[in-house]
C-alpha cells in the first residue's frame, strides 16, 4: 500500500469520524449557553452531513468500509446537533422560568 493509498483510505475517514466524534462529544459536554447557530465556516458540517448521509444511504457503487465510515460520520455530526440544540432549547427555558419567578 503506497503512502498515498494509505491517506485517503485510512487517514481521511479516520479524521472525519474522530472530528465528529469530538463534535458529538462537544454537544454533551460544552455549556448550552455556548451553542450557536452555525456561521462562515462552520457551515461546512451540513456540506459534510448532506455528503456523507447521501453516500451512505445511496452510494450503492461505494465499497462497504466507505459507506459505512461515512454512515457513522452522518450519524455522529446529526447526533450531536440534535444534543446541542436539546441541550440550547432547555437551557433557554430554564432561564426565562428563571427569569419569571424573580420578576413575579
Known amino acids: 500500500?503506497?503512502?498515498?493509498?494509505?491517506?485517503?483510505?485510512?487517514?481521511?475517514?479516520l479524521f472525519f469520524v474522530v472530528?465528529?466524534?469530538?463534535?458529538?462529544?462537544?454537544a454533551f459536554t460544552?455549556?448550552?449557553?455556548d451553542f450557536s447557530w452555525p456561521r462562515g465556516w462552520e457551515w461546512a458540517w451540513v456540506g459534510v452531513w448532506v455528503m456523507a448521509s447521501g453516500e451512505a444511504a445511496f452510494g450503492t457503487d461505494r465499497p462497504w468500509f466507505e459507506r459505512a465510515w461515512k454512515g457513522a460520520v452522518a450519524l455522529l455530526v446529526a447526533v450531536a446537533f440534535v444534543v446541542a440544540v436539546w441541550r440550547r432549547w432547555r437551557w433557554r427555558t430554564r432561564a426565562r422560568g428563571t427569569d419569571a419567578g424573580?420578576?413575579?
Open 1 to 13: 500500500m503506497s503512502p498515498w493509498e494509505f491517506v485517503t483510505d485510512v487517514g481521511v475517514p
Open 102 to 104: 424573580a420578576a413575579g
Open 30 to 33: 460544552d455549556p448550552p449557553q
Open 19 to 26: 472530528g465528529a466524534a469530538v463534535t458529538a462529544v462537544g
